[in-house]
T-cell receptor, first 113, second 109 residues
Framework: DVKVTQSSRYLVKRTGEKVFLECVQDMDHENMFWYRQDPGLGLRLIYFSYDVKMKEKGDIPEGYSVSREKKERFSLILESASTNQTSMYLC????????????FGDGTRLSIL | RKEVEQDPGPFNVPEGATVAFNCTYS??????FFWYRQDCRKEPKLLMS???SGNEDGRFTAQLNRASQYISLLIRDSKLSDSATYLC??????????FGTGTSLTVIP
C-alpha cells in the first residue's frame, strides 16, 4: 500500500530557529511536494521536486527551502522560523508524467512561538 | 478565473439524503480529475479518480462534463461518517496539481 511518512505530527519551535520537516515515500515516485494549509486559504504549494536534486518553487516559497538528496526523501527547511509560518504542512508524492493522483502524508502541525 | 472552483458550502443534509457537489475547472485540456476527502485536522485522502466520463464506487459517483468543464461528486444514502470536506483536484501539464478550496459537508442525524 502507498505510504508517505512525515517525521512529526506536532512540532513546536521558537521564532528564529531553523526547522526541518522530513518526508519519506516508499512508492518510488518521482514527484514530491510540500504544501501548507491554512483555514480559508486551502492548500498552497511551497516547493516541489520531480527528481533528485531538482526543485521548483511553488506559489509561496519565501522563507522556505527544500532538499532532495535521495529519491524517497524530501525535506522542507524553515531557515528562520516566524510566527506566520505556524500552519499545517503536508507532504505528497506522485508519479512523473502520468496524470495519477497525489498521495499525502499525515501532516505536521507546526506552531512557531 | 481560478483554475479550480468549488462551492465552499457548508452543505448540511440529513442522514439518507443524496447530495451533489460541483467543481469547475479552467483548463479544457485537463485529462484527469480527483476527489479527495479531508477530515478535520487530517490529511486529504483520495476518494475517487476520474479519467473518462465518470466513475462509481458504492454510494459515490463522480461525473465529468467536458463541454461545460465541471466534475460532480454525488453521494447517495448519506451517512454520518460522510461528514468531511471534499476537495476537487486537477493536475496541470507541469506535474503540479490545482486544488479547490473544498466543500464542507455535515450529515445530520
Amino acid at each position: 500500500d502507498v505510504k508517505v511518512t512525515q517525521s512529526s505530527r506536532y512540532l513546536v519551535k521558537r521564532t528564529g530557529e531553523k526547522v526541518f520537516l522530513e518526508c519519506v515515500q516508499d512508492m518510488d515516485h518521482e514527484n514530491m511536494f510540500w504544501y501548507r494549509q491554512d483555514p480559508g486559504l486551502g492548500l498552497r504549494l511551497i516547493y516541489f521536486s520531480y527528481d533528485v536534486k531538482m526543485k521548483e518553487k511553488g506559489d509561496i516559497p519565501e522563507g522556505y527551502s527544500v532538499s532532495r538528496e535521495k529519491k524517497e526523501r524530501f525535506s522542507l527547511i524553515l531557515e528562520s522560523a516566524s510566527t506566520n509560518q505556524t500552519s499545517m504542512y503536508l507532504c505528497a508524492s506522485s508519479l512523473l508524467g502520468t496524470p495519477g493522483p497525489q498521495h499525502f502524508g499525515d501532516g505536521t502541525r507546526l506552531s512557531i512561538l | 478565473r481560478k483554475e479550480v472552483e468549488q462551492d465552499p458550502g457548508p452543505f448540511n443534509v440529513p442522514e439518507g439524503a443524496t447530495v451533489a457537489f460541483n467543481c469547475t475547472y479552467s483548463n479544457s485540456a485537463s485529462q484527469s480529475f480527483f476527489w479527495y476527502r479531508q477530515d478535520c485536522r487530517k490529511e486529504p485522502k483520495l476518494l475517487m479518480s476520474v479519467y473518462s466520463s465518470g466513475n462509481e464506487d458504492g454510494r459515490f459517483t463522480a461525473q465529468l462534463n467536458r463541454a461545460s468543464q465541471y466534475i460532480s461528486l454525488l453521494i447517495r444514502d448519506s451517512k454520518l461518517s460522510d461528514s468531511a470536506t471534499y476537495l476537487c483536484v486537477v493536475p496541470n501539464t507541469g506535474n503540479q496539481f490545482y486544488f479547490g478550496t473544498g466543500t464542507s459537508l455535515t450529515v445530520i442525524p
